[in-house]
Structure formats: structure tokens, C-alpha cells
């Protein structure tokens, strides 16, 4: 798995912004600007543990751009079934933030999170700096759900350029 320290791997995916076609857009890495970016890959759509963390997520999508961050969700699913995906789920139909189509899996294998065994991404969540640097990496097992506010947490740790003690919260002081 690509960690602390490493680029970010270029890509060339289809994001999916709502659940028609014409939501469709080809995005890279430099649409995401100079923006801190949240990417965070789910196993597969129309499952079960998944909704519950991208919902999750998309409470905090606000809380995210407040801090100049994007959040960007990513399956190795296609467009089309993310669209279907989020027009059939009442907790995912209002999200607002993209959803990438790693359908040929190479973003997810550059990065070292595909499951080979399952043919799937692991769960799997990145902090990336403006230059593109990853600054934060977590992957956990396909049953285990994330806490999106801790990811916050950490991106409000990783904005202060100080040092953040164990359990430290935006408003704390640094050391």
C-alpha cells in the first residue's frame, strides 16, 4: 500500500456526481486542484456496510470543504452501476461529492489496496496535500466500517503543521 510521503498516483477515471449520464465527467488529479483531498475506496456498491460510511462521509462534506479539502468516494464498480447505486438508496441519493469508476482496477493497484482474492479495493482512505502527497493512509478489513469524523480529526491535525497530541481536536492546543 502507497503511504505517508508518497505522490499520489495520477489517474484517469469517470466520476460519477449524480445519477443520470449527463452526471458523467472524466476527471484526473489536476481537477481536484490545489485542494487537500479525501479519497476514500469502498469494496462494492449495493452492499451493506458501505452506505453507512459514504452517508457518513457526506454529513461532513461541508466540514471537509470548509477546511479547502474535496471529498472523493471510489469503487472498482462502474459508472453506470454508481449511478444506479445512487439513485435506489435513499442515504445516497442527496450526496453531492464525486464518485470515481475504477473499473480496470489500476488506481486501486497502484496504490496497493486491491483485494486480490475478492477482485475488489479494500476499504481504504487517503489524505492528500495540495502538492498531491499523501499525508495520511488507513486501510481496514472489507467488514470493518470508518469513522469519517476521525478522518476530519485528522485532517484539522495535519492543516495546524504542529505537533497534535493523542486525541488532539481542532481548538486544542499543539505542542
Not at 458523467?24 to 456498491?45: A, C
Not at 471529498?71 to 464525486?98: C, E, M, Q, Y
Not at 478489513?141 to 476521525?150: F, K, Q
Request: glycine share 6%.
Amino acid at each position: 500500500m502507497l503511504s505517508v510521503g508518497k505522490k499520489f498516483p495520477e489517474f484517469q477515471l469517470t466520476a460519477v456526481n449524480g445519477v443520470t449520464e449527463d452526471s458523467f465527467s472524466q476527471v484526473n488529479l489536476e481537477t481536484y486542484g490545489k485542494d487537500w483531498k479525501i479519497i476514500f475506496f469502498w469494496p462494492k456498491d449495493f452492499t451493506f456496510v458501505c452506505p453507512t460510511e459514504i452517508a457518513g462521509f457526506g454529513k461532513l462534506e461541508g466540514d471537509f470543504k470548509d477546511r479547502d479539502a474535496v471529498l472523493i468516494g471510489a469503487s472498482t464498480d462502474s459508472d453506470f452501476v454508481h449511478a444506479a447505486w445512487r439513485g435506489s438508496h435513499n442515504d445516497l441519493k442527496p450526496l453531492t461529492f464525486p464518485w470515481l469508476a475504477d473499473i480496470k482496477k489500476e488506481l486501486t493497484t497502484s496504490l496497493g489496496i486491491l483485494n486480490e482474492d475478492a477482485g475488489v479495493a479494500n476499504r481504504a482512505t487517503f489524505i492528500v496535500d495540495p502538492d498531491n502527497i499523501i499525508r495520511y493512509a488507513e486501510m481496514t478489513d472489507m467488514s470493518v466500517g470508518r469513522n469519517p469524523t476521525e478522518t476530519l480529526r485528522i485532517l484539522d491535525a495535519l492543516q495546524t503543521d504542529e505537533l497534535c497530541p493523542c486525541n488532539w481536536n481542532k481548538g486544542d492546543a499543539t505542542l
